[in-house]
């Protein structure tokens, strides 16, 4: 008898366990609403990118986690986006988030150097974002002297627009010109030396190795004791101006 009423006991314990236990496997966890979902900013790079939906700093998983129900987590251009999202899965609700692509401002710009040419020159700026060639006017604006005339340094402003900001300080130059068309002829029996050719009226300047052997404008002057036949090296120099580098030449003069 005092069996019968143990093994009694132990069936009503099971019976009363069996509802609790089924109850615990067929429950499901308590969803996490997505009211408070957030989308990570971007930085334009010129391709397509897609932003990442976190809720309570965990990233969900499309289609798993939740849907779009409106917009796009995809975005290519600078700018401010919205999107809809359904919780699913462990989610629920739905919200509306709204996420940045920011404008790249790690571009690089340069401009071409020039040489003097007595004409007004324009120089060819360029502006890449990595091997990308920027447009002007849709990607970037200019303002400073692209057009010149005379040598110097020259500064220009380049300032990104739409897809790109910040504003790049960058410099050109107009080198000076050589001068080409300097030509020097020594007339030994005249004791004179021409120089033609020299532009911008530079200075024309003489140096005799011989210090009894001078020149001045062209004129060169014996002193007393130097013998015919003897030679000097004479140095005609062209002074530098604003858009002409300096010039130089020797030659010899062989006294008559």
């Known amino acids: 008898m005092k069996n019968l009423?143990?093994?009694?006991?132990?069936?009503?314990?099971?019976?009363?366990?069996v509802p609790t236990v089924a109850f615990a496997a067929t429950s499901s966890p308590t969803k996490v609403n997505v009211k408070s979902a957030t989308a990570k900013s971007l930085t334009y790079n010129a391709k397509s990118q897609t932003t990442t939906i976190v809720v309570n700093g965990k990233t969900l998983t499309l289609n798993k986690d939740f849907?779009?129900?409106?917009?796009?987590?995809?975005?290519?251009?600078?700018?401010?986006?919205?999107?809809?999202?359904?919780?699913?899965?462990?989610?629920?609700?739905?919200?509306?988030?709204?996420y940045t692509v920011n404008a790249q401002q790690s571009y690089k710009a340069t401009?071409?150097?020039?040489?003097?040419?007595?004409?007004?020159?324009?120089?060819?700026?360029?502006?890449?974002?990595?091997?990308?060639?920027?447009?002007?006017?849709?990607?970037?604006?200019?303002?400073?002297v692209t057009r010149a005339k005379n040598a110097g340094k020259y500064k220009i402003t380049v300032k990104g627009i739409n897809n790109y900001k910040g504003t790049k300080t960058i410099y050109y130059t107009i080198n000076k010109a050589a001068q080409k068309s300097v030509k020097v002829k020594v007339n030994a029996s005249k004791k004179k030396i021409t120089v033609s050719g020299v532009k911008a009226k530079a200075k024309v300047t003489y140096k005799s190795a011989n210090k009894k052997v001078k020149v001045k404008n062209g004129k060169i002057t014996v002193g007393k004791g130097v013998k015919k036949g003897t030679k000097v090296r004479i140095t005609v120099k062209?002074?530098?101006?604003?858009?002409?580098?300096?010039?130089?030449?020797?030659?010899?003069?062989?006294v008559k």
Not at 5 to 17: H, R, S
Not at 120 to 127: A, F, G, L, M
């Open 238 to 254: 062209v002074a530098a101006t604003k858009n002409y580098k300096a010039y130089s030449k020797s030659i010899i003069y062989k």
């Open 111 to 144: 401009a071409a150097a020039k040489t003097y040419n007595a004409k007004n020159q324009t120089t060819k700026v360029t502006v890449k974002y990595g091997n990308t060639v920027l447009k002007r006017g849709t990607d970037y604006k200019i303002t400073g």
């Open 67 to 98: 849907k779009v129900v409106s917009g796009s987590l995809k975005a290519t251009k600078a700018g401010t986006y919205t999107v809809k999202i359904k919780g699913i899965g462990n989610y629920s609700g739905d919200t509306t988030v709204k």
């Open 5 to 17: 009423k143990k093994l009694l006991a132990i069936v009503v314990c099971i019976a009363m366990m």
